[in-house]
């Protein structure tokens, strides 16, 4: 192909875009988008996304636009980092145009303008009053999620946006999870994409997946800055994410006992709990090592029953800790047609879940456990655990099975167990 087919194939921004950089035709209400919030991990696109949509909008290019817009509001955390990221970036406006189509644009009155007419205007969101008196046809606001005047300087924005038919606005960002952006995201007239960071890998650097993956995958800061996943913790909950993130390591020393515990679900229905099965074990310090979490949901009881056996082959554990509230005698059946050889030790709840979590987390307060790796569903159920439970009212069961397991290792006067199996 000559030069001149390459930069035009490189301009059609339609055939290149991510999904995630596509928005939505209709929101959740049934009716068109106001909103569309991209939602992803750093380097995922976003910028370029961005950059790429008001392109569209300033130039009038299907299918993301039917017509030019005339008045367009680029709304970033400080005027630097609009120009230096949404406007001048390697993924910005200025980038993202063939030199044929580049708008003009003019650092002393903050603003680009195309040749065609349309005009975008550079503001602070650190002033939100900025924004009063401007009116748009839409707008694009990148990193809301870290601006420090994000409610006040979005409603002015909201005021402004009165020009055209239907204006409408797009907010890239990495999520946090603040009250405003999680209302953002319940709006029914707002559309939401999505993207990890290792969506756009094939525009970044290898050593920069290798080494962000190696060092942060599954972490709070992993999940929200590379998966990017909007990470809640309560306050009232028996746990917090910096509190789990000081207890992460690597690996665990030489173990003097393991256990792998499991809380078998009511029933095996597709709307049944999940069945919690956690391994730990604990070292001749004392410090109690979380290992794995293989809970599996939805499961009949030779599925889970089978799970656990194996994980407890695996890890060469000493016995299984087995709540026997739901199923009595029926569970330590399931397990023995298996294999009968597995030691196992039933145990009963006699009191509330929040009584029996209570002196585990104790032990994570005088950092007495730690997490051998990440364990992501696990973690949130244990920042989401509160007084009257999780949040979304389903049984904490990844929960349950770890407290048990740390319970039998730590909190319980050691019981003699067969330390002999059958081969």
């Known amino acids: 192909m000559s030069e001149a087919e390459l930069a035009f194939l490189d301009a059609q921004w339609d055939v290149f875009a991510h999904d995630h950089q596509r928005p939505p035709e209709l929101a959740p209400n049934g009716r068109p988008w ?11 696109g976003k910028t370029r996304g961005g950059a790429e949509w008001i392109r569209c909008q300033a130039l009038g290019l299907p299918p993301f636009a039917s017509e030019p817009v005339a008045r367009i509001a680029l709304v970033g955390e400080t005027e630097h980092d609009v120009r230096e990221v949404m406007i001048e970036g390697v993924s910005g406006l200025l980038a993202v145009h063939p030199p044929d189509q ?8 903050k603003r680009l303008e195309w040749s065609n007419g349309a005009v975008a205007q550079a503001f602070s969101a650190d002033d939100p009053e900025s924004l009063r008196g401007p009116q748009f046809s ?24 009165r020009l055209g038919a239907q204006p409408r606005q797009l907010i890239t960002t990495t999520p946090r999870p603040t009250s405003f952006i999680k209302r953002l995201l319940a709006d029914p007239a707002a559309v939401t994409t999505r ?7 094939f525009n970044l650097a290898p050593t920069f997946l290798d080494a962000v993956m190696t060092r942060y995958a599954g972490t709070r800061l992993g999940r929200q800055e590379i998966d990017g996943e909007l990470v809640e ?35 095996a229905t597709k709307r049944a709990d999940c069945c919690g099965i956690v ?18 949901a939805a499961a009949t009881p030779t599925l889970w029953a089978s799970k656990a056996i194996a994980l407890w082959r695996r890890l060469c554990a000493d016995v299984l800790v087995v709540e026997v509230n739901q199923g009595g005698d029926m569970v330590r059946s399931v397990i023995n047609e298996i294999d009968a050889g597995v030691p196992v030790r039933p145990v009963r709840a006699l009191r509330g879940k929040w009584l029996r979590a209570e002196p585990v987390a104790a032990l994570y307060e005088q950092d007495r456990v730690k997490h051998v790796g990440c364990f992501p569903a696990l973690e949130d159920e244990m920042c989401d655990f509160g007084l009257s439970g999780l949040s979304n009212g389903r049984s904490p069961d990844r929960l349950d099975a770890l407290v048990w397991a740390i319970h039998a290792l730590a909190l319980q ?8 199996r059958l081969l």
């Open 34 to 44: 106001l909103t569309w919030l991209m939602i992803g991990g750093r380097g995922a």
């Open 102 to 109: 580049r708008p003009q644009w003019q650092p002393s009155r």
């Open 138 to 161: 839409c707008a694009w606001s990148d990193e809301m999620a870290k601006w420090r005047y994000a409610e006040a300087a979005f409603d002015m924005l909201q005021f402004g946006l």
């Open 195 to 201: 993207a990890p960071t290792q969506a756009n890998a």
């Open 233 to 267: 913790e309560r306050p009232d909950a028996l746990w917090s994410r910096a509190l789990i993130e000081s207890c992460r390591v690597a690996e665990a020393p030489p173990l003097t006992r393991i256990v792998v515990a499991v809380d078998p679900p009511a029933s």
């Open 279 to 296: 391994a730990a074990g604990i070292a001749d310090s004392g410090l109690v090592y979380v290992l794995a979490d293989d809970s599996v």
């Open 413 to 420: 006067p050691k019981a003699a167990e067969p330390r002999i």
